[in-house]
């Protein structure tokens, strides 16, 4: 086997699995995260010479294990307690039989880190940071780049994050309080996917390795629950409907919106997957999760743009409505409506509705143009513009604004 694609894989598949083991062996967040990222620059100066082993996550293990031990012992609390020879010896046995057999000890173990990760103390882009470092193993660097931050102010923020769940109990949460948890790390996972799919700010139109890191967060969260969650299955149909259509949603570097995407572009595996997932789920009771699948996948069924079935759409966003109002669930119920009955219905539905940024101005220049009614249009396109963090969508908010004007 290669060992640059081994050492890869490793970092993909095993990151959390021996993170959370190594946590639950020594309960210090530090110390297991120092002790494995070593063991995998071990296993980057080794492998290429020594081959690599049959087991590497149970070699990865072993060897972040010593590491930790070793600065324990430098911190002079195991020194006199633990002798060296019977640890070491334990060491290799102990990682081959775990990293042999992944049942319900591991399962657990990757449980109560994700759930740890996305403790009620942390802020949710504290948790989703650091949820993406320690369950997931991404660099430091690249979700610093993904959240468009500096290396050393993600790091800073990370080292923040960490100390203030240190002192917390890294166990799963009673029977009561687990669905509750769950629905956190779902926060999390959706609001790192929408950081990625629609960046509110910095060049890109959008960013499809985070969106596509907060699928993997879900998918593992689910093959680690000892139940089935409703919710969590929707989210992940939600993601997969959204993120499918990655491809058509960027031309030429610029934005392009849903009504303009060449259909063809979009990845229809992951639709049928997200299609399946949603099946069983339909005649359940209303979710927020669940709508708002349901409302992508009317996107995904329908043949062409004009066949959409925007009044289901817009029974969907009632249906969110009473279970919470919002001014971003009112505006995008108010654009459908507008598919629905014409732009005046949906600038009627936007009255009364006030939201920070730049996407209430847009949704309201973009209906007063199709009315005719071209200077408030144009002043809520400027108003748009002004907004505006996102270069690409900002570009494309000028462009718009730019045909008003088509003879100039």
């Known amino acids: 086997m290669d060992p640059q694609a081994a050492l890869a894989a490793a970092l993909h598949d095993e990151w959390g699995r021996l993170l959370a083991l190594l946590v639950a062996r020594f309960r210090r967040l530090d110390l297991a995260e120092d002790g494995l990222a070593e063991a995998f620059e071990a296993a980057a100066r080794t492998w290429p010479d020594a081959g690599v082993p049959a087991n590497p996550a149970a070699w990865l293990l072993t060897t972040a294990r010593r590491r930790v031990l070793d600065r324990l012992r430098s911190e002079e609390v195991l020194a006199r307690r ?22 319900d000890e591991l399962v657990d173990e990757r449980l ?31 979700i610093a780049r993904l959240f468009l931050q500096s290396g050393p102010t993600m790091a800073a923020r990370l080292t923040r994050a960490r100390k203030r769940i240190a002192g917390e109990r ?93 259909r063809s572009l979009w990845r229809h595996d ?28 009317e996107h995904a069924i329908s043949a062409f743009t004009g066949a959409t079935a925007w009044d289901r759409i817009v029974a969907r ?51 007063l143009a199709r009315t005719g009614a071209t200077e408030e249009a144009r002043a809520s396109y400027e108003a748009a513009i002004a907004l505006c963090g996102n270069k690409a969508e900002r570009s494309h908010l000028v462009a718009r604004r730019a045909l008003l004007d088509p003879g100039s």
Request: with cysteine; glycine share 6%; hydrophobic share 50%.
């Open 82 to 103: 633990m002798p060296l020879l019977a640890v070491e010896a334990g060491l290799t046995a102990e990682a081959q039989r775990v990293m042999a057999d992944p049942g």
């Open 270 to 297: 992951e639709i049928e997957e997200a299609l399946a997932l949603l099946r069983p789920l339909t005649d359940r009771p209303a979710a927020p999760y669940l709508l708002q699948a349901l409302i992508a996948s």
């Open 170 to 262: 890294f166990a799963v949460p009673s029977a009561g309080e687990l669905p509750g948890r769950v629905a956190a790390v779902a926060d999390v996972a959706y609001l790192a996917f929408t950081a990625g799919y629609a960046p509110g700010s910095g060049p890109d139109v959008l960013r499809a390795e985070l969106a596509g890191e907060a699928i993997r967060l879900v998918r593992v969260l689910r093959s680690l629950l000892p139940y089935d969650d409703p919710e969590l299955t929707a989210l992940l149909a939600l993601m997969l409907l959204q993120h499918s259509r990655r491809d058509a949603r960027v031309r030429d570097g610029c934005m392009v919106l849903l009504p303009d995407q060449d």
């Open 317 to 367: 966003y009632d249906e969110l409505l009473a279970l919470g109002d919002s001014p971003v669930v009112r505006l995008n119920r108010a654009v459908a409506l507008a598919e629905a009955s014409g732009p005046e219905a949906g600038l009627a539905a936007l009255a009364g509705v006030a939201m920070r940024g730049h996407r209430l101005p847009a949704a309201r220049a973009e209906l």
């Open 112 to 142: 109560r880190l994700v759930l740890l990760c996305a403790h009620p103390q942390l802020s949710r882009e504290a948790a989703a940071a650091l949820t993406l470092r320690m369950v997931l193993g991404v660099s430091t660097d690249d």
